[in-house]
């Protein structure tokens, strides 16, 4: 069984920061990209940052210079490195994946549980 496990959330003041932690547990075979998207209240869930297995990376306009995705595979886990916050950071940000069992051999993209962050002016 493949799970993601988010942690790192938290209140913060404007101007802050925060760092996410995402891991992947289970009977894993590969993992190909891993990313960070959030919900906030009333709105769609957007991407917030990428990772592709070979390094690239791509964020939202709104994150651009301030977030940083990062990942280290030997540990299966991707991290969001959250600076300078603003409170329309204010959202739940759930971990994105796409991995392969070896049950199956198959990419199947799965969510964590997310985690709340809450950026106070």
């Known amino acids: 069984q493949v799970q993601l496990v988010e942690s790192g959330g938290g209140l913060v003041q404007a101007g802050g920061s925060l760092r996410l932690s995402c891991v992947a547990s289970g009977v894993i075979f590969s993992i190909n990209g891993m990313g960070w998207y959030r919900q906030a209240p009333g709105k769609q869930r957007e991407l917030v940052a990428a990772?592709?297995?070979?390094?690239?990376?791509n964020y939202a306009d709104s994150v651009k210079g301030r977030f940083t995705i990062s990942r280290d595979n030997a540990k299966n886990t991707v991290y969001l490195q959250m600076n300078s916050l603003k409170p329309e950071d204010t959202a739940v940000y759930y971990c994105?994946?796409?991995?392969?069992?070896?049950?199956?051999?198959?990419?199947?993209?799965?969510w964590g549980q997310g985690t709340q962050v809450t950026v106070s002016s």
């Open positions: 994105n994946a796409q991995i392969a069992s070896y049950s199956t051999r198959r990419y199947l993209i799965y």
């Open positions: 990772n592709t297995s070979g390094g690239n990376t």
